[in-house]
């Protein structure tokens, strides 16, 4: 009966063109209204380390003041100090550990056409790929010996191959970064994971970096952090060597725990680590300290806004109004046609046979406004991306998971629509029709 | 085919309460032709509706062909209804929207038969009312005594045993309506059980017996007058 | 008014067409009045004051490719090469670029050796020519002098012994209004550093910072040791600034190839700083139209569907005398019946709309005025809506009465 339900759908659409336009239209606004913010939301709670989701932590210490949290009364510093960073990285339980900032250089070859650029640099310690699973075309990362001492190498991103090698295996060949001669150890695939959700203090939808370098540099380059820099009291710092030792955060730091007895080691081991530093007189705050998986420091670090949140409620409430007026729509409709559902009943339909032709009807609606409403989302989406200028590209797209869920939204919005009206139909006495009037 | 003991029917609004039917007794047998009058508000049309399942009374019992339906549910109902009752109105009531064909189509749809099946029924059927030609064209573009051969037709696809007309002739000029009338005569004859409706008596009277309603009762002096008239006869 | 009771008995018995129409004005008011106070409040925020020449400032931002470099030199130099070229007002150099989402800040006290009581502020390290560069008023004391000018490094210790500050800013610091001449210092600093202008304005580098507004300006050129870059400031005269543009590049590149140029503009930073902003703005406005668009055109159907169910009454009532304007009216009045009360649930429901808004995110509160108006406009739009219809219906003819349909 489903086919004869759908082909009595069609012929009731296509006898009142205008009418059924009207509910197309709604279920279509109403569904691109709510896929393009859905969407958005949905692309923005990404989490790209999910499937490391039970070992990998975030973490933070309450380095801050002691007079007042860093943000929000509770909030601890999102970054390290350098100071700090360097004492968790003498840790043997995390079975890998991160410590990194982000910074730039420009970028020269010898002999080269290339015209020089300035690059995103990474500064990190050499478990950054193997923590965060990102594997390597040519090379391999650095040696572990790298981290502390200062060696002139780097990891490029398949795109920086590409442009200044073309793409080949550059493992051993060299690149001038600042006019410093630097030898490449490896390439890694491409790895761009949007939300940034390793690096969320530093715009969450911007780009990974193009050169990866190891973070022994830092006294040998004089390292600023092109990130934040974040400072409660005034120190005096005269050189670069104050400000490694300073009070300053700007340390982002990821470790990975293998299981719940290595985590808990790793809470002793923070701890004890904050109790000695406070009899040396640093950590003026009460003990505390944060281990945050990737899943929470997306919502933590608020990468959806406010602002996505309301066009979120915003644009189900739309859609509520339009499956509201699809149910009025649908009604009348039905209602127009109650005479045929009578001359029906009389011929046997019973009243769930009726009932259910006329949902099928209302789902048909659905599916060409869900197919519509896929338009309208990418047309919606495209606005946002020319509104945010760029900042939102990767994540202003639709997946087909998304394709998918607008077309049942639409499906489920009208079938909801419909719902009132159908019961309503079946419910309706069919002698009143029957009889001439 | 058809027996009805103290069937009552009553419709309540917010303020008042009316009987349409009440102490209603009524027996039809196999291959009768029966014809019901009474003046307008009487209940012929609820008894109708009644007797077609369309409604349900207020209390009493209501056998049709020996199988008590006060207790059955809607889905049972409508089987009961698809398989055994034919319906014809005065109004034609053709789905406007469907070609003859489609219009036949929609009780065999509800009946569960196969697609082949069904047009071997349809074209019968169409065939038997004379519009085999016409299959495909919508009921707008037919006269009314044709509208009315259709839905006759409609109603005697399934093969039902008992054929409920509400005024089958009311919306036909006469030579039309004599037309429709020898065509439910033809049925009858080939075994099917009529109930009609009317309040034409020249039609009333050429059916096997009438009963009349008055007051939402068989009104028994009428009936036993026919009754007798059909006794000397 | 007669008809109002038979008009409601009519209601009674169309309940829920009616509930529909009313539930749809009323969830459409909600929307529509929240999505209004936050249109008016981003407009608002967007449309503040910046201070500076906004269209005609372009932005310079170099690295040199290695760090072997006089900087100091190359500036004097940039900037000698800027500033003749036809179109170009004022050419300084900076360390942040107002507006831009990137600055620092610090916090400014003014008493010396201070930890708590100060006012944070951005701070700029700027050439001799920032305000004109900036197309910023001063409004009290004087302007820079290239003699003010220190060189500076990443470290912070500030060496100026000036400032000019926005009128913002010295008024948090200064409220009795006597800022020009009065010294600020740096956090626990004994450096007094005097206030030598004041500026009318400069949002600084974050619009969205509650701050915004606090900005401090050091005559100083930072040279960042070991991390070597620099910033330009070039403002033009109105409607150069493209053509200046595109020969700025290549005249700094052709004069010092061994360096790494990024150019932009003022007005380019600021439509990305509010390109939220303007995207919840752009949003809402396209939710509003979409949605009173489709209420509208809900209501039409649903009223001609009405109209057409009730075609024979309408025609027994013009049989009965019943005059076209009466019947006009009695659907006009039927729609405001149903508007009315949609628009009064819509009331109630858009204030707890807005509470939840105001408590969970912080917006604004909805002002009476807003939700009334945004209500009349309803109002307005379902009467409309329904006049179509209700149009024809008074056109139906008295004959409907006596045909059989």
């Not at chain 3, 500036?75 to 990137?102: K, W, Y």
């Not at chain 3, 406005?285 to 979409?290: A, E, H, R, T």
Request: proline share 4%.
């Amino acid at each position: 009966m489903f086919g004869y339900y759908v082909s009595l759908a069609l012929r009731s659409l296509r006898g009142t063109p205008v009418l059924s336009a009207l509910m197309v239209a709604a279920i279509a606004v109403g569904v691109g209204a709510s896929m393009t913010t859905l969407t958005l939301n949905y692309m923005m709670s990404q989490n790209a380390l999910q499937h490391k989701d039970d070992r990998l932590y975030a973490v933070q210490l309450d380095s801050w003041a002691p007079e007042k949290a860093y943000q929000n009364d509770t909030q601890m510093p999102w970054e390290l100090t350098y100071r700090d960073a360097q004492a968790l990285l003498r840790s043997d339980i995390p079975s890998r550990q991160v410590a990194m900032h982000r910074w730039g250089a420009t970028v020269s070859q010898e002999n080269s056409e290339l015209r020089p650029f300035t690059a995103q640099i990474r500064v990190t310690t050499r478990d950054f790929f193997a923590l965060f699973d990102i594997p390597f075309i040519y090379g391999n990362t650095w040696h572990k010996s790298s981290d502390q001492n200062p060696t002139r190498e780097v990891v490029l991103s398949k795109k920086t191959n590409e442009k200044l090698f073309n793409g080949e295996n550059s493992v051993g060949r060299s690149i001038n970064l600042n006019g410093e001669p630097f030898t490449v150890v490896g390439v890694i695939e491409h790895w761009n994971p949007t939300p940034k959700v390793y690096d969320l203090n530093n715009g969450a939808f911007k780009n990974s970096e193009e050169i990866y370098m190891p973070f022994g540099l830092h006294r040998q380059l004089q390292i600023y952090s092109w990130g934040n820099l974040n400072g409660w009291k005034s120190e005096d710092i005269s050189n670069y060597e104050d400000l490694l030792n300073s009070h300053y955060v700007w340390v982002q730091y990821w470790v990975e725990l293998d299981n719940e007895k290595k985590k808990h080691d790793y809470e002793n081991f923070l701890a004890a680590y904050i109790e000695t530093q406070k009899t040396k007189g640093y950590f003026p705050r009460p003990l505390k300290f944060g281990l945050t998986r990737p899943s929470e420091w997306l919502v933590v670090n608020e990468v959806l806004s406010d602002d996505n949140r309301i066009l979120g409620w915003l644009s189900l409430a739309f859609l509520l109004v339009c499956v509201v007026n699809a149910v009025a729509l649908l009604l009348a409709k039905f209602l127009r046609k109650a005479p045929e559902a009578g001359v029906r009943r009389a011929l046997g339909a019973s009243r769930k046979a009726i009932f259910s032709q006329h949902l099928i009807e209302s789902g048909c609606i659905g599916l060409i406004g869900g197919v519509m409403g896929i338009l309208l989302t990418l047309l919606g989406l495209s606005l946002i991306r020319t509104l945010q200028m760029g900042r939102l590209d990767q994540i202003a797209s639709m997946d087909w998971v998304m394709m998918l869920a607008a077309i049942g939204l639409a499906i489920l919005a009208s079938l909801l629509a419909g719902i009132y009206p159908a019961w309503r139909i079946s419910n309706t006495n069919p002698s009143v029709y029957l009889k001439t009037q | 085919m058809l027996k009805m003991h103290n069937i009552r029917k009553s419709f309540r609004t917010d303020t008042i309460e009316t009987h349409a039917l009440r102490d209603f007794n009524l027996e039809v047998s196999e291959g009768e032709f029966v014809s019901v009058t009474g003046p307008s508000g009487s209940g012929k049309t609820t008894f109708l509706n009644i007797a077609g399942l369309l409604e349900t009374p207020t209390g009493g019992q209501y056998l049709l062909d020996g199988q008590d339906v006060s207790g059955l549910n809607d889905r049972e109902r409508s089987r009961l209804r698809n398989e055994k009752i034919g319906f014809i109105f005065q109004g034609f009531n053709l789905i406007p929207d469907l070609n003859l064909f489609d219009n036949i189509d929609v009780p065999l749809r509800y009946r569960g038969f196969n697609a082949k099946e069904r047009k071997k029924r349809i074209e019968k059927s169409l065939e038997q009312v004379g519009l085999a030609a016409r299959a495909k064209h919508l009921p707008a573009q037919l006269s009314g005594g044709q509208q009315q051969r259709v839905a006759i037709a409609r109603a005697l696809a399934g093969e039902p045993r008992f054929l409920l007309a509400d005024e089958p002739t009311g919306n036909l000029d006469s030579l039309m309506a004599r037309q429709v009338m020898e065509l439910l005569e033809f049925i009858n004859e080939w075994g099917t059980t009529i109930v009609m409706v009317t309040h034409d008596p020249d039609l009333a009277r050429r059916a096997h017996r009438n009963i009349q309603i008055v007051d939402g009762q068989v009104s028994d002096l009428h009936q036993n007058a026919l009754g007798n008239e059909a006794a000397t006869a | 008014m007669l008809e109002i009771k038979p008009i409601l008995s009519a209601l009674w018995r169309n309940k829920i067409a009616a509930l529909l129409i009313a539930l749809q004005l009323a969830l459409t008011l909600a929307i529509v009045s929240n999505a209004s106070v936050i249109i008016s409040d981003r407009k608002e925020k967007t449309a503040r004051p910046t201070g500076i020449a906004v269209e005609d400032i372009i932005t310079v931002n170099f690295q040199p490719v290695s760090q072997n470099y006089d900087m100091q030199t190359a500036v004097a130099a940039d900037l000698d090469l800027i500033r003749p070229i036809p179109g170009v007002v004022e050419a300084t150099h900076s360390n942040h670029f107002p507006l831009s989402g990137s600055g620092s800040a610090s916090a400014y006290y003014n008493q010396p050796s201070q930890e708590t009581g100060g006012e944070v502020a951005n701070y700029y390290q700027v050439g001799a020519e920032f305000i004109q560069a900036m197309g910023m008023k001063l409004i009290a004391g004087r302007n820079f002098d290239p003699s003010d000018i220190q060189v500076a490094d990443l470290t912070e210790n500030r060496e100026s012994s000036v400032v000019i500050v926005t009128k913002q800013f010295a008024e948090k610091l200064f409220p009795e209004g006597d800022a020009l001449g009065k010294y600020i210092y740096g956090d626990r600093s004994s450096h007094p550093i005097e206030i030598i202008g004041i500026v009318e304005r400069n949002l600084g580098g974050w619009v969205n910072w509650s701050k915004a507004g606090n900005a401090v300006f050091f005559p100083e050129m930072l040279i960042a040791e070991g991390n070597l870059f620099m910033r330009y400031l070039v403002r033009t005269e109105p409607g150069q600034r493209d053509s200046v543009f595109n020969q700025l590049e290549e005249k700094l590149s052709q004069r010092d190839p061994h360096r790494v140029i990024e150019m932009d503009t003022i007005e380019n930073f600021l439509h990305k700083s509010y390109s939220r902003d303007n995207t919840m703005i752009k949003v809402l406005s396209v939710v509003i139209g979409l949605l009173t668009f489709i209420i509208a055109l809900g209501i039409v159907g649903l009223t001609t569907f009405w109209i057409n169910q009730r075609r024979k009454q309408i025609g027994v009532r013009r049989a009965l005398g019943a005059t076209r304007a009466a019947i006009g009216r009695y659907f006009l009045l039927e729609n405001g019946m149903i508007a009315s009360a949609g628009i009064a649930l819509g009331m109630a429901a858009a204030q707890i709309a807005n509470r939840m808004m105001v408590e969970s995110y912080g917006q604004p509160q909805l002002p009476l005025p807003t939700m009334l108006s945004c209500a009349l406009i309803l109002l307005i739009v379902s009467l409309t809506a329904a006049l179509v219809p209700a149009l024809r219906a008074a056109n139906i003819s008295p004959a409907t009465a006596t045909r059989n349909v």
